[in-house]
């Protein structure tokens, strides 16, 4: 569908192997981001409210992110060095992309942080509760299956993609549980929502640890030469 809207339009590219219709999806998944983060922080800085200006900030650093991964996987791609040079300068990357994870897994530690501190006055009904737990495991289990499939496309930076949409399918489950209780009046709904985000949170650095020290370094060229 991509490749004939494409043509159509005579754009100067293709999309004749998968991962590069992850990136597409992922590019076009952007735009709406943007206007989720922006509003955030616009409604943040009018009602004085640190909690959304974080979640904002958040977004902005999990968007930001992306496009940079995007932009280098873009000009990796039409390259014209041989597979192995181009697995090599994608895996060079993954040091950003690492760090990058950590600052997504920090930023959004500190969005928990307020509500742990601060506390949350949201509160959900049964249908609206409902509606965050669909999105929220949605969410988190497509991205952890698109994560798992991409493993095999051999590229570091579709995988690092995918990997974003971990983390962000993981906040989710957080905003999932703090809606949940809100809808059964616990008095400890921020408070506890609060603890398990950081808990979270400290899971995305350690992953993001992990992408830079260990996953930075793999012999992805030569599971290529094995297929």
Not at 51 to 58: A, N, P
Request: aromatic letters at 12%; one cysteine or more.
């Amino acid at each position: 569908m991509l490749n004939a809207i494409i043509k159509r339009l005579h754009l100067p590219f293709q999309l004749n192997h998968r991962r590069d219709r992850i990136a597409m999806y992922a590019a076009l998944s952007i735009p709406l981001g943007l206007i989720m983060a922006l509003t955030k922080l616009v409604m943040g800085l009018m009602f004085f409210s640190s909690w959304l200006l974080i979640f904002g900030i958040y977004y902005i650093v999990l968007i930001v992110f992306k496009i940079i991964t995007l932009w280098r996987y873009q000009r990796i791609r039409v390259n014209d060095a041989s597979t192995n040079s181009k697995i090599h300068a994608e895996q060079t990357f993954l040091t950003l992309g690492g760090i990058g994870y950590c600052l997504i897994g920090i930023t959004f530690g500190s969005f928990c942080y307020v509500m742990y501190a601060h506390g949350y006055n949201q509160q959900f009904n049964l249908n609206a509760a409902l509606i965050v737990a669909m999105i929220g495991f949605t969410k988190l289990i497509s991205a952890i299956v698109g994560l798992v499939r991409s493993r095999n496309l051999l590229s570091p930076l579709i995988t690092l993609l995918k990997a974003y949409s971990v983390a962000d399918g993981m906040t989710a489950i957080v905003l999932t549980q703090y809606a949940l209780l809100t809808y059964q009046h616990s008095p400890q709904a921020s408070s506890a929502t609060g603890v398990f985000g950081m808990a979270i949170s400290a899971v995305v650095v350690l992953v993001g640890l992990w992408i830079t020290i260990f996953a930075a370094h793999r012999d992805l060229a030569l599971q290529e030469k094995e297929k």
